[in-house]
Nanobody
Framework: QVHIVESGGGWVQPGGSLRLSCSLAENPASLYGMAWYRQAPGKEREFVAFISSGGRPEYADFVKDRFTISRASGSNTIYLQMNNLKIDDTAVYFC?????WGQGTQVTVSL
């Protein structure tokens, strides 16, 4: 069984920043590709960003140049730095490894 824990969500005004963290509870020998997804109220869960085991990132078009995914060196801990947040970024953000999901962390962008 894989346990995934996200943290770092909260409330921020439009234009502000948040940094999300995600880690595996286990300490596996291998590094894994991992991703961030998000789900807003009334919407399907959607892809946000991915980072390969080797550290190569890729992004959904709607967050490119605003969000940065990164990895703690040599670990299965990843981060999502979110800058210039918009009201439409409000969602529960989930961390994913293969078919395993964390519990999610709430990001609220509002006045």
């Amino acid at each position: 069984q894989v346990h995934i824990v996200e943290s770092g969500g909260g409330w921020v005004q439009p234009g502000g920043s948040l940094r999300l963290s995600c880690s595996l509870a286990e300490n596996p020998a291998s590094l894994y590709g991992m991703a961030w997804y998000r789900q807003a109220p009334g919407k399907e869960r959607e892809f946000v960003a991915f980072i390969s085991s080797g550290g190569r990132p890729e992004y959904a078009d709607f967050v490119k140049d605003r969000f940065t995914i990164s990895r703690a060196s040599g670990s299965n801990t990843i981060y999502l730095q979110m800058n210039n947040l918009k009201i439409d970024d409000t969602a529960v953000y989930f961390c994913k490894r293969d078919r395993y999901w964390g519990q999610g962390t709430q990001v609220t962008v509002s006045l």
